[in-house]
């Protein structure tokens, strides 16, 4: 079966950094993506890992290990801005197509 | 325009109406998706075009029914939906089978009432 676990909530200061944990069993793994998703708008892509280790992008960063079936995502310096829901995903592998299958998404609330 | 547009952006409609959804993307992607996005769960992926054939039906109930006439259209026609249909309706579009990602659009709040 498929199954990816991210936590449903967390709270963290402005100025601060978070860690946002995903863990996954799927089949057929083609890389794991991180999107943001402010309320009422569409989810935009934020990093993409196929490969181990860590992929940085200014103030986000992702990490893979496809052996633990485990990433995160890390958010630097915190602003107001970046509360939002992060949906973690998987590229899938399997019959026709790939599929990217989603957890169910981390509310973060950046605090003054 | 660029990127993927929904509209309507919300739609309310009664149980026994017939409604539809459109999506259209300025990408030139191969690929496009519906998903459904309920609260408190995952996003489900629905439908799956690919060249505009579907690729992927994932036991969707027959009140939903997708069309995709061209490499940049998408529509979900709706009838005789359930109040627990009630979500925020997606579209994906996507250009290699999604092996950069997938850009969605902002999506159609549907009600049923």
């Known amino acids: 079966g498929q199954n990816i676990d991210q936590p449903t909530e967390m709270t963290a200061t402005e100025g601060a950094i978070v860690q946002i944990n995903c863990t996954y069993q799927?089949?057929?793994?083609?890389?794991l993506f991180w999107y943001q998703q402010h309320a009422g708008e569409a989810p935009t892509f934020l990093s993409y890992?196929?490969?181990?280790g860590l992929e940085e992008k200014g103030r986000f960063s992702s990490f893979l290990s496809r052996s633990k079936g485990y990433s995160y995502l890390l958010l630097k310096e915190l602003q107001m801005k970046d509360s939002a829901s992060y949906l973690c995903?998987?590229?899938?592998?399997?019959?026709?197509?790939?599929?990217?299958?989603f957890g169910t998404g981390t509310l973060l609330a950046v605090q003054p | 325009e660029t990127g993927v547009t929904q509209t309507p952006r919300h739609l309310v409609m009664g149980m026994t109406n017939k409604k539809s959804l459109k999506c259209e993307q300025h990408?030139?992607?191969?690929?496009m998706y519906w998903y459904k996005q309920s609260a408190k769960k995952p996003l489900e992926l629905m439908f799956v075009?690919?060249?505009?054939?579907?690729?992927e039906n994932n036991s969707v109930p027959s009140r939903f029914s997708p069309e995709c006439p061209n490499s940049s259209h998408l529509f979900l026609h709706l009838h005789t939906l359930q109040p627990e249909d009630s979500a925020l309706y997606l579209c994906?579009?996507?250009?290699?089978?999604?092996?950069?990602?997938?850009?969605f659009g902002s999506g159609t709040r549907l009600t049923v009432v």
């Open positions: 994906a579009s996507s250009q290699d089978q999604g092996l950069y990602g997938y850009t």
């Open positions: 799927t089949s057929g793994f083609n890389g």
């Open positions: 890992n196929v490969l181990d």
């Open positions: 995903a998987v590229l899938n592998y399997g019959g026709a197509t790939n599929k990217l299958i």
């Open positions: 990408l030139g992607h191969n690929a």
């Open positions: 075009y690919s060249l505009e054939e579907r690729v």
